[in-house]
């Protein structure tokens, strides 16, 4: 069965340093893996994605994540955190289960504060 | 905006009423979800619909029923529900059969059952 964990409920960041929001997966088939952002009040919003290709995929408003098949993980990192960064992280994975539609696990989200 | 729309963003009910949540898409999108977001819980995909019909019920009460009259809409109707329902009900589109399947989320609406 695909999974995903997010071992943090929150990561505390000071501005202006490198933060790093952590996401383990398990999958049966090819791991097509997802970082979504969600704001207060808002729904989810597609941060990047990582199908293929490259292991570092680079996404919206500076992020990116690392895709690290041998320890099946999709670490979300930005070099310099800013306080605007602060909201609720979501990681995905497609449900090989799901049909074509492509159903998305989610972990259970990482709250990310970055203090002035 | 994602080119998701919800209505309305805030909803308060009580447990013998009967209401509706409604959602718009503007993407051209073929599959539409439902999807409930309570504190401190991953988030529960409700229903799928991919081109008009029902592909998913994720073991959903019945006091939800969706309805997808076209791919562009797609509705929740609410009735007889319990304080436990109280939560962010999230909708959510994507374009089926392409692999990437990136899902465009609504706003939400924040559902209280009183």
């Known amino acids: 069965a695909q999974s995903v964990a997010q071992p943090e409920d929150q990561v505390n960041v000071a501005e202006g340093n490198p933060l790093t929001v952590k996401c383990t997966y398990s999958?049966?088939?090819?791991?097509?893996l997802f970082w979504y952002v969600q704001y207060p009040n808002r729904g989810l919003q597609f941060l990047l994605k990582?199908?293929?290709?490259d292991n570092l995929v680079k996404g919206s408003y500076g992020f990116e994540a690392e895709f690290n098949k041998s320890q099946t993980s999709f670490h979300l990192k930005k070099p310099s955190a800013l306080v605007s960064d602060s909201a609720l992280y979501f990681c995905?994975?497609?449900?090989w289960g799901g049909g074509s539609q492509g159903n998305l696990i989610f972990g259970k989200g990482t709250k990310l504060s970055v203090k002035p | 905006e994602t080119g998701v729309t919800q209505t309305p963003r805030h909803l308060v009910m009580g447990m013998t009423n009967k209401k509706s949540l409604k959602c718009e898409q503007h993407l051209g999108h073929n599959a539409m979800y439902w999807y409930k977001q309570s504190a401190k819980k991953p988030l529960e995909l409700m229903f799928v619909y991919s081109l008009e019909e029902r592909v998913e019920n994720n073991s959903v009460p019945s006091r939800f029923s969706p309805e997808c009259p076209n791919s562009s809409h797609l509705f929740l109707h609410l009735h007889t529900l319990q304080p436990e329902d109280s939560a962010l009900y999230l909708c959510?589109?994507?374009?089926?059969?392409?692999?990437?399947?990136?899902?465009?989320f609504g706003a939400g609406t924040r559902l209280s059952v009183l």
């Open positions: 995905a994975v497609r449900d």
């Open positions: 990582y199908i293929t290709g």
């Open positions: 959510a589109s994507s374009q089926d059969g392409v692999r990437q399947n990136i899902q465009y």
């Open positions: 999958v049966s088939g090819n791991p097509y």
